[in-house]
């Protein structure tokens, strides 16, 4: 299928505790690319509501119970912080991609809170996950994979990022200086303040 070059595989356990793993956005590709690094560990994924109207990809997100969150309603996205916060409580890691969507341009976006709310509230570390090339192997354009990741791609396990101790801004800012650092220069924001 594809073959990733994996940088400190061995973070993505912290002696027992769950995590809210974060990663950036770019390609179709950054979803298996993730669940592959996570390996076989129990996680679920926190996503837009609007996935589920993908063939295949929305019956999945339903199926497999991930975190679904409608960004147009305020309710919903309590429910979500709640139900995040319980899995996370429960022994499960959550994965999100805080950008909210894919970028077309290839750079890192400005982060959305949700994530790092959530990880902050339950007391969590969030683990940093820098995906490089993927948009090389399937653009967003894209509806199929068109090469082979091998060589092209490479998935950056950052160290975990404690929540306690640090105001939400400070890990979310502390968990985007990590990812950023990861990131080819064709991937970084143009800006700081993106």
Request: charge should be positive; include cysteine; glycine fraction near 6%.
């Amino acid at each position: 299928m594809y073959e990733l070059n994996i940088n400190n595989h061995n973070t993505t356990t912290i002696s027992g505790r769950k995590a809210m793993f974060v990663a950036n956005h770019n390609s179709w590709m950054d979803i298996p690319f993730l669940g592959h690094t996570i390996g076989w560990h129990n996680y679920k994924f926190v996503a837009k509501k609007e996935l589920e109207k993908v063939p295949i990809l929305g019956k999945a997100i339903k199926v497999a119970k991930n975190v679904l969150v409608d960004r147009s309603n305020r309710r919903s996205q309590l429910l979500t912080l709640k139900q995040g916060m319980k899995w996370l409580d429960d022994g499960v890691n959550l994965c999100t991609f805080p950008e909210g969507t894919r970028s077309r341009s290839g750079r890192l976006m400005p982060f959305k809170n949700g994530a790092f709310k959530m990880a902050h509230k339950a007391g969590k570390p969030v683990i940093p996950v820098s995906i490089c090339g993927a948009a090389k192997v399937m653009p967003s354009y894209w509806l199929f994979p068109f090469k082979p990741a091998h060589n092209v791609c490479k998935v950056v396990v950052h160290e975990p990022i404690e929540s306690e101790g640090k105001t939400e801004q400070e890990l979310a800012d502390a968990v985007r200086d990590a990812i950023v650092s990861g990131l080819p220069e064709e991937q970084r924001p143009l800006t700081t303040t993106q």
